[in-house]
């Protein structure tokens, strides 16, 4: 959460705080125009070093730094909570640092400083041994939306960092080593939605160091959502003394000299193990090595399903393997070539079925016949792919979702690989950047117009989240229900970047020609019959996959989390979301209105009301 101006009415009383959770909480002010002797208090009286603000914040503080090229930044001994975290944001898209910070060659240094977030800074160019971000001896931090070039060790570098979130990150060309790199028994940290390419070394690695301290072992890392291309050396993901990672729906391809992913132990404490490997596409070029390389001990517990793996090396294979013992692997779509003897000759499908492994894979089709655009990257699936409607079930439960936010499964089945095949397609869409809703509107109910606009919302959202022109979704005043039956698992969801306005009378061609107060849109839970017993559960869902969505003039109601599904009746958030003049009311008593998951983030960037 930022540190943002918000209101809550509760009853007939309205409540406007400085921060969501810390009445105390100070926000200070960056500027190239600034002067490190003004207060700092007001975007008018701004310092003019990010480091004069990390040497007085305390927990719930936020730094909001401006456009302009700046100093790097040391943060240490001084702590976060989990409900007031200290935030350092970059208020533009061009916040530079490109020199490095006064203590070490990093660009932005965090130490011993827990509950701390980096969010939307570039760093480029760190000298010696400089990292773009260094996190250590910190738990409970977050890496957001920065980019990380031609830095001299690494993009994201992190150590013994318990409960770390990297995400929405661009890390490349590092000069020595990798794009991310975590670190020293970090446990449970999560890797997810980067894209790290022209590395010198490995996209993301995962080290549990055993020699630097700590038990050596990194447990329950998450990896999903990357994109990972053009790295060089060992891996494109590398995992040594991990314990039980999940690594899923990434996007793995053209990395040199390489594994598409590796388990193993070198400096860890353990081989990796346990690590489930679901729906992750990799295609290894003609100069790589293995698609998944399962060292010495490394197959105890491991899983690998869904996957498509093709490797183009004249000789190596798919996967390779040197113990099958408690090891499972099926539903992938592969060459014919795989290995049960480690990094040495090869098998054939039929071979490596024989012992027990891969009953239901596929041998690969030329890359034409599986996907969109091989050559110009574009690793989305063709209508009659054979990945469409070919894997298992067994990865639901963690892969919910595909590399584009798309719920699987999409048609008869779980598909193969990070994408799930839609129809949709940026040709289907005849309209322009906004697609508009009235649930009075009398014409082709296609959404391109307001004379044609949709009368249900869920339409408008998937047009909103599948076709690329579509930009945002505007609702004209009436009543929108998540399922015109019963079905209470149903909300509005949100992905990615949607943004949805309402408070329009559909007439409006401009933005600021609407009035929410006059015009409401209400978003009701109020399905199936009289009563609130049977109503949805959530109203709003934001997906994990929602990092600039925005829901702005619209009211919220008559939600029912409770029973089965405690939580978020109004809005249920695992992503960032950020609201303005959003009213929640008639929610059911006795359930949680809002509710936070895994990192999820609500910005309030004007108004919240919360009423009984």
């Avoid at 009445?23 to 975007?43: F, K």
């Avoid at 994990?544 to 939580?567: K, P, R």
Wanted: glycine share 12%; aromatic share 8%.
């Amino acid at each position: 959460m930022l540190n943002i101006v918000c209101c809550w009415r509760i009853g007939t009383l309205l409540f406007c705080l400085a921060y969501a959770v810390n009445i105390q909480a100070q926000n200070y002010y960056v500027s190239n125009g600034g002067n490190n002797a003004n207060s700092g208090l007001t975007p008018e009286d701004p310092f003019e070093t990010i480091q004069h603000a990390a040497d007085i914040v305390s927990a719930g503080d936020t730094v909001f730094v401006e456009d302009g090229n700046y100093v790097g930044f040391d943060i240490r001994d001084v702590n976060g909570t989990e409900n007031a975290p200290i935030v350092f944001f970059a208020s533009g898209e061009n916040v530079l640092i490109n020199v490095s910070g006064p203590l070490r060659d990093d660009g932005i240094n965090v130490e011993n400083a827990d509950h701390i977030v980096i969010d939307g800074f570039i760093v480029n160019g760190m000298p010696g041994s400089g990292n773009g971000v260094r996190v250590v001896l910190s738990d409970f931090c977050v890496v957001r939306n920065c980019s990380c070039d031609n830095n001299a060790e690494r993009g994201i570098f992190t150590g013994f960092t318990d409960d770390i979130l990297i995400e929405y990150n661009e890390c490349s060309n590092s000069v020595d080593e990798h794009g991310i790199y975590v670190s020293n028994s970090s446990d449970r940290p999560v890797v997810r939605y980067n894209i790290c390419h022209h590395n010198n070394n490995i996209g993301i690695h995962m080290n549990g160091d055993l020699s630097a301290g700590g038990d050596g072992i990194i447990s329950n890392a998450r990896i999903y959502g990357n994109i990972l291309y053009e790295n060089g050396l060992a891996a494109g993901v590398n995992m040594d003394g991990l314990e039980d990672p999940e690594v899923y729906n990434n996007l793995i391809f053209n990395n040199h000299s390489a594994q598409g992913i590796a388990l193993f132990q070198q400096d860890g404490a353990i081989p990796t193990s346990g690590a489930k490997i679901y729906n992750n596409t990799i295609i290894v070029p003609s100069d790589g090595r293995w698609g998944i390389l399962v060292q010495q001990d490394c197959n105890v517990g491991t899983r690998i399903f869904n996957n498509i793996i093709i490797n183009q090396h004249l000789w190596r294979g798919c996967i390779a393997i040197w113990d099958t013992t408690g090891f499972e692997s099926d539903f992938n779509i592969v060459n014919d070539k795989l290995s049960d003897s480690g990094d040495g000759s090869t098998i054939s499908l039929a071979e490596w079925q024989a012992l027990g492994l891969d009953e239901h894979s596929q041998l690969a089709d030329v890359l034409s016949a599986i996907f969109n655009d091989p050559t110009g990257d574009d690793f989305t699936l063709l209508s009659n792919s054979q990945a469409v409607d070919t894997g298992s079930s067994i990865v639901l439960g963690l892969v919910d979702i595909d590399l584009n936010g798309i719920l699987r499964p999409y048609g008869a089945a779980v598909d193969i690989g990070a994408y799930e095949y839609t129809p949709y397609c940026p040709g289907c869409w005849n309209g322009g950047s906004v697609v508009y809703i009235d649930s009075a509107a009398s014409g082709m109910n296609d959404g391109t117009t307001w004379m044609d606009a949709f009368t249900d919302l869920q339409n408008g959202l998937e047009a909103l989240r599948y076709f690329a022109a579509v930009e945002e979704a505007w609702v004209s005043a009436g009543t929108y229900f998540p399922d015109t039956a019963s079905d209470r698992t149903r909300s509005f969801e949100f992905f990615d970047s949607m943004k949805v306005y309402g408070g329009f009378n559909g007439t409006e061609a401009d933005l600021d020609q609407r009035d929410p107060m006059v015009n409401s849109a209400r978003l009701s839970g109020d399905i199936g019959g009289m009563g609130g017993a049977d109503n949805s559960f959530h109203v709003i869902d934001v997906g994990e996959s929602c990092t600039g969505c925005i829901l702005d003039g619209v009211t919220i109601s008559d939600g029912n989390s409770t029973g089965s599904a405690s939580t978020g009746s109004g809005i249920l958030c695992r992503g960032i979301l950020s609201v303005n003049d959003v009213t929640l009311e008639l929610n059911a008593p006795g359930s949680k209105v809002v509710t936070l998951q895994n990192h999820g983030d609500l910005r309030c960037a004007g108004t919240l009301i919360l009423t009984e």
